[in-house]
């Protein structure tokens, strides 16, 4: 990858609510010989914006980025790197990748550059939740719109302060939480607590009450 593209692209996982960089990138593949790339690019950030307006996108339009995308996708999806326990999810939106399921939130940790320095990532799912070192203080996190996070059975209170320490995430940013039996689940309510607006629940799911603590005369409000 050459250090204009590298450039253009970082600019892109760096803000991804604008489409202006989108746009930006898409012209630099028009000028370096990958016309297809900028056609798709542009043509769903139109959609995209159609969709936001609620304004219907004539059916060329529609065509041609489906026909574009069934010609080239599995190309472009293969300049993602590869990280064990990562996959990338397959729709693209506004021309790229914004979902990444990961097995565990080391690799986040671990991984953050290339998780979210290569493709504009707005929702992300951790499937095992342990309370990595580090993973509270990641500034991309701020550019979530969605985040589903699972903290296992065996995950000790390590878990929940680190999801408890992140302050990275967007006040309209949605949080599916589920906490598995065991040491974290003493403290559910406190992350449910803290997330309390921005936590995702079904309209006849009730809302948690934290069992009775010695001394406090009784349950918390609910």
Not at 161 to 169: G, I, K, P, S, W
Not at 171 to 196: M, P, T, Y
Request: net charge negative.
């Amino acid at each position: 990858m050459t250090d204009d593209r590298d450039a253009l692209l970082r600019a892109v996982a760096s803000a991804p609510d604008d489409d202006l960089p989108r746009l930006v990138y898409a012209d630099w593949f028009d000028e370096n010989g990958d016309p297809d790339r900028a056609v798709f690019i542009r043509a769903q950030v139109e959609f995209a914006r159609h969709y936001r307006e609620a304004q219907g996108l004539n059916e060329v339009a529609r065509q041609q980025f489906r026909d574009t995308w069934a010609e080239h996708q599995a190309r472009w999806r293969a300049e993602l790197p590869v990280i064990p326990g990562v996959l990338w999810d397959m729709p693209f939106h506004r021309g790229f990748i914004e979902r990444v399921n990961v097995d565990a939130d080391r690799r986040v940790v671990d991984h953050f550059d290339d998780l979210f320095g290569r493709t504009p990532i707005l929702h992300l799912l951790v499937k095992r939740f342990v309370g990595a070192d580090g993973f509270a203080k990641l500034e991309p996190l701020r550019h979530l719109k969605t985040c589903h996070i699972t903290i296992p059975a065996d995950a000790d209170e390590r878990a929940v302060e680190e999801l408890l320490a992140c302050t990275a995430f967007r006040d309209d940013l949605v949080l599916f939480l589920r906490v598995e039996s065991g040491e974290a689940s003493r403290r559910e309510w406190a992350i449910r607590e803290k997330f309390e607006k921005q936590m995702w629940r079904p309209a006849s799911f009730p809302r948690p009450r934290p069992a009775a603590t010695e001394g406090d005369g009784g349950e918390r409000p609910a």
